[in-house]
């Protein structure tokens, strides 16, 4: 499976971005998604994922503040960010696996990234 990334860009602290990732295919009701993000000198880490059946998890940083969302009918997941932080910078990556690996794991397939700046 191919994940299209988009929706990344400037942005001003306390603003608001939209990411969007479009897999190539059909998503089976046994994969969830997510995205993560690496910013330079970090590891890469988890900021929200989705369960086919809509189920979510969050990086504490940024619960409260960013919403993810997944269409199965488009094979899409979208990942709404608000009251952006400096330090939410990074470069965020689209994931696609399965329903049983844990969010942890470095696995399944990846996007090519989409870099998000918030910077004054």
């Known amino acids: 499976v191919q994940l299209q990334a988009s929706g990344g860009g400037l942005v001003q602290p306390g603003g608001s971005l939209r990411l969007s990732c479009a897999a190539s295919?059909?998503?089976?009701?046994?994969?969830?998604m997510g995205w993560y993000r690496q910013a330079p000198g970090n590891q890469r880490e988890l900021v929200a994922g989705i369960t086919f059946g809509g189920s979510t998890n969050y990086a504490d940083s940024v619960k409260g503040r960013f919403a993810i969302s997944r269409d199965n009918a488009k094979n899409t997941v979208h990942l709404q960010m608000s009251s952006l932080k400096l330090e939410d910078s990074a470069v965020y990556y689209c994931n696609i696996r399965g329903t049983g690996v844990r969010w942890e794991y470095e696995a399944g397939y990846w996007g090519q990234g989409t870099q998000v700046t918030v910077s004054s």
């Open positions: 295919r059909s998503i089976s009701k046994f994969e969830k």
